[in-house]
């Protein structure tokens, strides 16, 4: 068997739309929207972490003036913000791009659809030319480091803000107060509904599961079936 370039892949596993709108799911920038919504996941999610420690820390010192250390809860600590927020953008290298889902939804942790099938076929000896070197494939793709750029852009733009909601606005998602309150305006707010339910959309409106869709790469329409042995 030949080489099997990304676009045929892709063809085979999107089994929809024509090789335009193909280019259009497969290489595009992440949004405003996505970025301030993976930024507020990351943080909310690192906090929710710590939110229970019992920790007490002693701030201040006791010298001459007499004045006595502060006690202060580690959950509504200021140190505690600070370090969720440490490397919290260094964090978003973890995401892959999962180019067989639509919308904010591509963007997930975890190795994509589309990547394990490719080293499935390398495995079972298939030459796959990516353009890049196999030892490559798992590197931050142009996308996930854009969407790194952009969320140290965004946090220190709006580190204020993310400040104001952890001491005075925890009663509402971060999402809500900093996305749809600071930073997008009210036609950009899109991708902040969009959840991952383990279906995707088709074209005709039908939906499958990821199992269907990894048995539609092997049992398409002009592409039979085949053993692994045979490949």
């Known amino acids: ?38 930024l507020s996941l990351e943080l909310q999610e690192e906090l929710s972490r710590t939110g229970r420690s019992r920790e007490v820390l002693e701030l201040g010192q006791v010298l001459d003036t007499g004045k ?14 600070e370090e969720a927020l440490e490397n919290l953008c260094e964090r978003i290298l973890d ?8 919308g904010s939804l591509r963007y997930a942790k975890g190795q994509s659809q589309t990547m394990a ?9 298939v030459k796959v030319d990516l353009g890049i070197p196999l030892e490559l494939w798992d590197e931050p793709s142009v996308e996930v480091t854009f969407l790194k750029k952009q969320c ?25 107060f900093l996305c749809e ?15 991952w339910t383990g279906k995707e959309k088709l074209t ?3 939906e499958k599961t990821e199992e269907e869709e990894e048995e539609e790469v092997t049992d398409t329409p002009g592409h039979p079936k085949h053993d692994p042995e045979e490949l």
């Open 1 to 38: 068997m030949g080489p099997v370039r990304l676009g045929m892949l892709l063809f085979i596993l999107t089994v929809s739309g024509t090789p335009k709108e193909e280019d259009d799911n497969t290489e595009r920038l992440p949004s405003k929207c996505e970025v301030c919504k993976l």
């Open 68 to 81: 006595r250390k502060r006690h202060i809860p580690y959950s509504v600590s200021e140190t505690r913000l």
């Open 95 to 102: 995401y892959s791009v999962h180019a067989e889902r639509e």
């Open 117 to 125: 099938t490719l080293k499935g076929l390398v495995q079972k000896g």
């Open 152 to 176: 140290e852009t965004m946090l220190e733009e709006f580190e204020d803000v993310v400040g104001d909601w952890y001491f005075h606005h925890q009663e509402q998602p971060l999402q809500h």
């Open 181 to 195: 309150g600071h930073v997008l305006r009210a036609t950009e707010t899109a991708c902040l509904q969009e959840t």
């Open 204 to 206: 005709d409106g039908q």
